[in-house]
């Protein structure tokens, strides 16, 4: 059983990957997992200014709610990332996040598997790639770590209209079950 941490990204009220992504931890917990979730909503993540001082410090100069973020990523044995595609990849707020990472980069990190859950609007197959593609480039620079797995969900765009998606939720419950 792992310790699996879950980021959810979306700020939007209703927002469709909240919805599948709290179906998602109903499939971890499930299957045992110890599951902690965190929403971005509300919290305040400043921009990476690349002084790379967290490279010697293993802290970050800047005092926000990353640094509380980071910890949490450090300890957890599994991270599970979920994004609304914007352009054809992951929203902003997880990219500045995911920079304000760079902490961990020198450190003993714990996690070693990944996945990602993306939603939007269109729903064809190549939809999600950029998004996961850029989200495999951050966890190639941690050498212990693989995205393992990824979930997208296509053709969901009002907000709340994920609760309608019986099938998406279904996945999104199995994915949840799969993890490791
Ligand atoms: C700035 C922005 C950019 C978007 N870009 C795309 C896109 O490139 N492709 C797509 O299919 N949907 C796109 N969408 C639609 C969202 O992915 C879709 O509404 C999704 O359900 C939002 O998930 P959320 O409710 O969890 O935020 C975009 C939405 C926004 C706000």
Redesign the pocket.
């Known amino acids: 059983m792992s310790k699996v941490l879950v980021i959810?990204?979306?700020?939007?009220a209703?927002?469709?990957?909240?919805?599948?992504t709290h179906r998602l931890i109903g499939g971890a917990k499930e299957a045992g997992h110890e599951v902690e979730h965190i929403s971005l909503k509300g919290k305040k993540i400043n921009f990476c200014i690349g002084c790379l001082a967290c490279q010697e410090t293993q802290k970050c100069v800047l005092n926000d709610d990353a640094n509380i973020i980071a910890e949490k990523v450090k300890a957890a044995d599994t991270l599970v990332f979920?994004?609304?595609?914007?352009?054809?990849?992951m929203?902003g707020q997880m990219k500045t996040l995911l920079d304000r990472m760079n902490p961990l980069f020198p450190s003993d990190y714990r996690f070693r598997n990944v996945y990602m859950l993306?939603?939007?609007?269109?729903?064809?197959e190549s939809?999600p790639k950029k998004a996961e593609n850029g989200l495999l480039g951050w966890v190639d620079c941690f050498d212990k770590a693989i995205l393992k797995g990824t979930l997208f969900?296509?053709g969901?765009?009002?907000?709340?209209?994920?609760d309608l998606k019986t099938r998406k939720l279904e996945e999104a419950y199995e994915f949840g079950k799969s993890l490791q």
């Not at 959810?8 to 939007?12: A, D, I, Q, V």
């Not at 209703?14 to 599948?20: E, F, Q, T, V, Y």
């Not at 969901?156 to 994920?162: Q, V």
């Open positions: 959810s990204t979306s700020l939007r209703k927002s469709n990957s909240d919805i599948l979920a994004t609304p595609i914007y352009y054809y990849e929203c993306s939603v939007a609007a269109e729903d064809e939809t969900c296509g969901i765009n009002d907000p709340g209209e994920a």
